[in-house]
């Protein structure tokens, strides 16, 4: 079966580089699904877990915004930040996620609650990614 090669890469350095059957990215239109010899696209990532699936395994990636450039033989991630599911601390992104929601609460004025609301949204992902749960 054909594969496409993936990489994720970071300000921080390369995340994640391997080949797949085939990635599921959450993009800002929704969910797309790219095979190998996917026609070129560029595509504006959202807040979500990035599968990346080859034969019966599927490796998950919580993915922090970016952008994901697919060529027919090649997919490249450029992410704010990028991490794989068994890196993440699962009690640390729950108490993130507590945390959040109390400064959502506090609604102290927009750019607090802005702030507050994009900390949840990534602290979600990050259990989401930990929990297998995309």
Avoid: C, W, Y
Avoid at 35 to 58: E, F, S, Y
């Amino acid at each position: 079966m054909k594969t496409v090669k993936i990489h994720i890469v970071t300000p921080d350095g390369p995340v994640v580089e391997t080949e797949a059957d085939m990635v599921i990215a959450m993009t800002e239109t929704g969910e797309l699904g790219i095979l190998p010899g996917h026609i070129a696209t560029v595509a504006p990532l959202q807040i979500g877990g990035l599968r990346i699936k080859k034969g019966n395994d599927t490796k998950i990636i919580a993915v922090h915004g970016g952008f994901i450039e697919i060529r027919p033989e090649i997919i490249t991630v450029l992410a704010q930040s990028a991490e794989t599911a068994e890196t993440i601390d699962l009690a640390r992104a729950k108490h993130a996620a507590k945390r959040a929601e109390i400064a959502l609460q506090a609604k102290k004025d927009e750019a607090s609650f802005l702030s507050a609301e994009l900390q949840l949204k990534r602290a979600i992902n990050r259990i989401n990614a930990a929990e297998n749960r995309f």
